[in-house]
C-alpha cells in the first residue's frame, strides 16, 4: 500500500499530496492564490472529492450538487497563465488532459476567481473540450514520457 506522503500530488506541482493540495482538501489551510486554488481544485477532481469541489465554488454559480464521475480519469494539468491579482479577482488559464469511456479529451479553460470573506472562491469560467485522437506509439498524454501503448493505453 502506498503512503499518501510518497504519492504525488495530481496537480503536477511535483510535490508529494501530503505537502501539496491534501492540507487544502482536508481544511486545515486555505490556498492562497488562484492558482493555488486552481491546482487544489483538478485534484480534487482526479481523486473524484466532490465536497471540496462543492464547497471552493462561490455560493452565486455553485451547483446543488456534483454527481460522482468515476468513469473519467484526469491525467494532467497544465497552467498556461496566471495573471497578477487585481481588485480581489483572480484568473487561471489552464488545459486538463483526461479520458472517459469515450476516449481522451483536453478541457481548457479561463477560470475565475474572486477574493471574499478571507478566501479565494472559484467563480466560473467557459470550458472548452477538445477530442485527442493519440496513437499508439505516440508519447502517453500523462506526461510519463513512456509509449501511450505501454503506459495509459489507447
Same mark, same amino acid.
Do not use: I, M, N
Given at each position: 500500500m502506498t503512503h499518501s506522503s510518497l504519492k504525488s500530488c495530481p496537480c503536477g506541482s511535483g510535490l508529494s499530496l501530503e505537502a501539496c493540495c491534501q492540507p487544502y482538501h482536508q481544511g486545515s489551510t486555505l490556498p492562497p492564490? #488562484? $492558482? *493555488?486554488l486552481m491546482r487544489s481544485r483538478y485534484a480534487a477532481f482526479a481523486l473524484n472529492q466532490r465536497d471540496y469541489l462543492l464547497a471552493t465554488w462561490h455560493p452565486t454559480t455553485r451547483p446543488q450538487q456534483l454527481p460522482p464521475d468515476p468513469d473519467t480519469r &484526469? !491525467? *494532467?494539468l497544465e497552467i498556461i497563465a496566471a495573471p #497578477? @491579482? *487585481?481588485?480581489?479577482?483572480? +484568473? !487561471?488559464h489552464f488545459r486538463a488532459t483526461f479520458r472517459d469511456p /469515450? /476516449? &481522451?479529451? !483536453?478541457? $481548457?479553460e @479561463? +477560470? %475565475?476567481f474572486v477574493w471574499q470573506e478571507q %478566501?479565494? &472562491?472559484y467563480v466560473d469560467g467557459t470550458p472548452s473540450v477538445t477530442r485527442l485522437k493519440p496513437r499508439r506509439n505516440e508519447p502517453c498524454?500523462?506526461?510519463s /514520457? %513512456?509509449?501511450l501503448k505501454v503506459c495509459c493505453k489507447a
Open positions: 492564490t #488562484p $492558482e *493555488a &484526469w !491525467v *494532467a #497578477p @491579482v *487585481a481588485d480581489d479577482q483572480g +484568473s !487561471v /469515450g /476516449g &481522451w479529451h !483536453v478541457l $481548457e @479561463v +477560470s %475565475r %478566501r479565494w &472562491w498524454l500523462c506526461g /514520457g %513512456r509509449k
